[in-house]
């Protein structure tokens, strides 16, 4: 049964979450690999707004069972407030929940290491949700794993282990390990019946043919390995993140693709298309664009059609989804990054010096003032938009297979390629 991955193809935000929540009622199983409570995935189910975390999208649909892979970094406390909160919904999560054993745990040591480090000049503008360290440890052999959560022998080791490279970091402000044993026992407990060896399940599942969906969070410029680094975040983004974050040969043959119809950021970094602030402003309000976990306001700027094509080849997209359209609506003159001055290779440069100093080059193309929202297919859309889309699928070499107009789930429609005319 062929599997489906959904990315994000710029800074994250793209818009994945509504995407995915309509692809979940075609899909048996859904899966987070990378990144923790760093993400943020807007739903509307019945008209209500659920903003997700940590779980994946398929918790609002019954029949998906949802699996937390061991490429994530949970924290533990988190986790069970979103739990709760979509218990309150209506959305009970037993029996359809499956949390790594090898999944890591973002501690209170994570989040002061996280907020001591945005302190200082060299901040990347994280979201302060501890996502950083916690890899970190990973990485250093020194973490705190879902599976110690179940045991108090286990617990106090690992926490000792982290705290005696992690403490002197801290100073005087570093949390002793007594303090964090209880709460974070008594949050095992009750996380208890969803941690197991989540890589078995979905070999089970993928062995009965259950179609299975991977639920990107982030974006491809994030990715701690090919994004625009230092200022990414600290997981695999791309489509090569999937397999070590299920903890599987996953093979997947459908990727899509998600990127909005202009881009924004988040955080410090580069930006070569970045608007000035005028104008960010006005797209800035039209799009909503503010952060769904920090409620920081976005940076905007014009569709990177350079970069997209890039991230496209790493990830092997093999469909578009572009999310977004109806903002750019009486934004008069488009214009559209195809590459930078003097910049004569075909990928992005690695060095940060080098990203930053990229000059935009851009192809200007006409708007459209018609509203947008209520096309449901291709041909509702006004000739100066279709042309817009057929720009990017040609540049970017890769077919548009679903167009979004809106927030509500009717509101992005598949297509056969960008719509002719
Ligand atoms: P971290 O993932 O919290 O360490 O943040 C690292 C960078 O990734 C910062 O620029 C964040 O703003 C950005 N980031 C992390 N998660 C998201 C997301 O879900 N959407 C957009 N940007 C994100």
Redesign the pocket.
């Given at each position: 049964m062929p599997s489906t991955a959904i990315l994000?193809l710029q800074?994250?935000?793209e818009g994945k979450g509504k995407l995915v929540d309509q692809l979940c009622s075609e899909h048996d199983v859904c899966v987070r690999f990378q990144?923790g409570g760093?993400?943020?995935h807007t739903v509307y189910p019945d008209g209500r707004k659920v903003v997700l975390h940590h779980l994946p999208t398929g918790v609002l649909h019954k029949q998906c069972l949802n699996i937390l892979g061991p490429g994530m970094v949970i924290d533990p406390h988190k986790l069970l407030e979103e739990i709760d909160e979509l218990a309150k919904l209506g959305y009970k999560l037993a029996g359809r929940l499956v949390l790594s054993d090898r999944a890591s745990i973002t501690t209170a040591i994570h989040t002061a290491l996280?907020a001591a480090r945005e302190g200082d000049s060299n901040k990347?503008?994280?979201?302060?949700?501890g996502?950083?360290p916690t890899y970190a440890d990973r990485y250093d052999r020194i973490a705190v794993r879902a599976c110690d959560l179940l045991d108090k022998q286990s617990l106090r080791e690992a926490l000792e282990r982290a705290l005696a490279v992690r403490g002197p970091q801290l100073g005087s402000g570093a949390p002793k390990a007594e303090e964090l044993v209880e709460p974070l026992l008594k949050a095992g407990s009750k996380l208890r019946p969803y941690i197991s060896d989540s890589a078995l399940v979905l070999h089970e599942a993928l062995k009965e043919e259950r179609r299975v969906l991977y639920e990107g969070?982030?974006?491809a410029l994030?990715d701690v390995a090919y994004g625009t680094y230092p200022?990414?975040?600290?997981?695999h983004t791309l489509a090569n993140g999937i397999t070590a974050g299920v903890g599987l040969q996953s093979g997947v043959e459908r990727v899509i693709g998600v990127t909005k119809a202009y881009c924004t950021?988040?955080?410090?970094?580069p930006f070569p298309t970045e608007l000035g602030k005028a104008e960010s402003e006005v797209l800035r309000e039209k799009g909503g664009e503010f952060?769904?976990?920090?409620g920081?306001p976005?940076r905007v700027g014009h569709i990177d059609l350079f970069a997209l094509r890039y991230v496209c080849k790493l990830s092997g997209v093999t469909e578009l989804a572009v999310t977004k359209l109806d903002v750019l609506s009486n934004m008069g003159e488009l214009k559209l990054g195809i590459g930078y001055e003097g910049h004569k290779d075909p990928g992005l440069p690695a060095d940060i010096r080098k990203f930053a100093a990229l000059k935009p080059v851009y192809k200007a193309m006409p708007g459209w003032a018609e509203n947008l929202g209520k096309a449901r297919k291709g041909s509702d859309l006004p000739k100066a938009a279709r042309a817009y889309l057929r720009f990017i699928e040609e540049f970017v070499g890769v077919k548009i297979g679903v167009i979004s107009v809106g927030p509500e789930r009717e509101s992005a429609f598949a297509v056969k390629g960008a719509p002719k005319g």
């Open positions: 994000g800074w994250g935000d990144g760093n993400a943020g996280d990347i503008g994280t979201t302060k949700r996502i950083g969070a982030q974006g994030l200022f990414v975040t600290s997981s950021r988040v955080g410090e970094g952060g769904a976990t920090t920081r976005r």
